[in-house]
């Protein structure tokens, strides 16, 4: 069964400290991984794409990939308050000749003043 | 990047009663995705709308609950059937950049309430 699993928080951090959301998948041929933001009563919005292993860095967002673990991490540096949203872990699982995303239950981040 | 958009944003509806909701791509895609968000979960793939054929529906969604309709590559239309409280939820329209391994872009959402 392909699966996507997320720490369902909810995770606080004061502002200014670094947030760490954590996502492990199941299919060992999965290909890329997405984080997206979802802000209550809207749509889900891309962070960050990964397709290899080691770190990517976005202005304060840094994605890192472990395939051989099979695990993928978001990490959000200098938090701030607008950064509380839902942040949806998303792994393209490996299907011939087709794109098919699944996403994980997400993690509820809340940034405190 | 694809711009959706996708209507109605919101609707009451009554038990029993059908709702069509529509997805207008601004690029042509050869497969667009339907996607159910239940409150506080995160979403869930129905089916994939392919141009051409038969959708393709996931394990647990079938066709005469969720009919698909895809006339052409840029437009497909969700019809929730015979409503219950339990369809309350936001549907999502779906479609990804050109080439594999691309992210997904999505509609605004249809926020769906059943009573």
């Known amino acids: 069964q392909k699966e996507v699993e997320q720490n369902s928080g909810p995770l606080s951090v004061p502002e200014g400290a670094i947030a760490s959301l954590n996502c492990t998948y199941s299919?060992?041929?999965?290909?890329?991984f997405f984080w997206y933001r979802q802000y209550s009563g809207k749509s889900p919005e891309l962070i960050m794409f990964i397709y290899s292993n080691g770190d990517k860095e976005d202005g304060r967002f840094t994605a890192q990939l472990n395939k051989a673990s099979q695990y993928v991490s978001l990490l959000i540096r200098d938090s701030q308050p607008s950064d509380s949203a839902t942040y949806l872990c998303a792994v393209n699982m490996e299907q011939t000749g087709a794109n098919n995303l699944f996403f994980g239950t997400g993690t509820r981040l809340t940034v405190i003043p | 990047s694809a711009v959706i958009s996708q209507k109605p944003s919101r609707d009451i509806c009554q038990r029993g009663t059908s709702l069509t909701i529509q997805c207008q791509v601004d690029?042509?895609?050869?497969?667009m995705f339907w996607y159910r968000q239940q409150p506080g979960q995160s979403l869930t793939l129905i089916a994939t709308a392919n141009q051409g054929s038969e959708a393709t529906y996931e394990s647990g969604f079938v066709i005469d609950k969720f009919p698909i309709s895809r006339p052409n590559l840029t437009f497909s239309t969700l019809t929730v059937s015979n409503m219950s409280p339990e369809d309350s939820s936001i549907y999502l329209c779906?479609?990804?950049?050109?080439?594999?391994?691309?992210?997904?872009?999505f509609g605004q959402g249809t926020r769906l309430t059943v009573v």
């Open positions: 299919d060992r041929g999965s290909q890329s």
């Open positions: 690029s042509q895609v050869t497969m």
């Open positions: 779906s479609v990804f950049g050109r080439g594999m391994n691309t992210e997904a872009f």
